[in-house]
Nanobody, 123 residues
Framework: QVQLVESGGGLVQAGGSLRLSCAAS????????MGWFRQAPGKEREFVAA????????DYADPVKGRFTISRDNVKKTMYLQMNSLKPEDTAVYYC????????????????WGQGTQVTVSS
C-alpha cells in the first residue's frame, strides 16, 4: 500500500509560479510510476504529467508542455510539479497518483491517489 499527500497549492496571479509536492509513504516509492492529474469544477479529471519510476522519462499534456516540469526524488520519496507561467485555465484541484505497472496518461490505470491540493490562478 502507498499513501500519497500533496502540498504546495494556493492562490497565485497569472504568470506566477507554484511548486507542488507529493510525499509518499508505505511501499517502495522508487518502484512506482507517478503522475499528476487535475480536475476543474464541472470537468473530468485530466492528465497533466507522468514520470517513470527512475525519473528517466517524462510525459506532459499539451496544455502544460513547456510550462510545467515533473520530477521526483526517490531518496526523499517525493514527487514534484514545478508550474511556471500559470494561466487562469490551470485552476483546478491537483492530484498525484501512483501506478504499479507503468507511466500512463489514463486515470483508471493508477492504483493510488492523494487527496488533492487546490491551485487557483487569478487573472
Amino acid at each position: 500500500q502507498v499513501q500519497l499527500v500533496e502540498s504546495g497549492g494556493g492562490l497565485v496571479q497569472a504568470g506566477g509560479s507554484l511548486r507542488l509536492s507529493c510525499a509518499a509513504s508505505g511501499r517502495t516509492f522508487s518502484s512506482i510510476a507517478m503522475g499528476w492529474f487535475r480536475q476543474a469544477p464541472g470537468k473530468e479529471r485530466e492528465f497533466v504529467a507522468a514520470i517513470t519510476w527512475s525519473g528517466g522519462s517524462t510525459d506532459y499534456a499539451d496544455p502544460v508542455k513547456g510550462r510545467f516540469t515533473i520530477s521526483r526524488d526517490n531518496v526523499k520519496k517525493t514527487m514534484y510539479l514545478q508550474m511556471n507561467s500559470l494561466k487562469p485555465e490551470d485552476t483546478a484541484v491537483y492530484y498525484c497518483a501512483g501506478d504499479l505497472v507503468r507511466s500512463t496518461r489514463q486515470v483508471y490505470d493508477y492504483d493510488y491517489w492523494g487527496q488533492g491540493t487546490q491551485v487557483t490562478v487569478s487573472s
